[in-house]
């Protein structure tokens, strides 16, 4: 035996244990996903607009391009808006109003963009989001 293990104990990791986070309530979640969605639709503006910006470079049709870039910098009023209601606790009818346009403005640029339209899928996607966080507001 070694002097430094007396008896035969051998030397145990016992580093203290983390309690478990508490499980958020399906109310914290919404409110998560909700806060998450408008802030994810302000920051995905750039890279929609640069990789629209490509279907110019590639002699893509203009007046396309100039509506997909109109649709995705619309998301950074959406986003603020949300942040704002949902400051104010009151405006759901509002941001569900606004979010049904924008998603409108998505499905006329998917017809008009086609095959780039796969560059705002993502915004598309961040507004479903945020229409399913809506309840939040309003409680």
């Not at 606790?89 to 086609?114: E, Y």
């Not at 095959?115 to 993502?122: H, I, K, N, Q, S």
Request: glycine share 8%; charged share 15%.
């Amino acid at each position: 035996m070694s002097k430094s293990r007396p008896n035969g104990q051998s030397k145990r990791n016992t580093a203290p244990q983390k309690p478990a986070a508490p499980a958020k309530t399906p109310a914290e979640k919404r409110r998560d996903r909700f806060v998450f969605a408008c802030v994810a639709l302000i920051l995905y503006v750039m890279p929609a607009v640069t990789c629209l910006g490509m279907v110019y470079a590639t002699g893509g049709s203009v007046q396309n391009m100039a509506v997909g870039m109109v649709v995705s910098v619309l998301a950074v009023p959406l986003g603020l808006l949300g942040m704002a209601l949902y400051k104010k606790q009151k405006g759901r009818i509002l941001m569900a109003a606004a979010c049904m346009l924008l998603a409108a403005g998505h499905i006329l640029s998917a017809v008009l963009l086609a095959g780039w339209y796969l560059v705002m899928v993502p915004h598309f996607i961040l507004i479903l989001v945020c229409i399913s966080g809506l309840k939040c507001i309003e409680n």
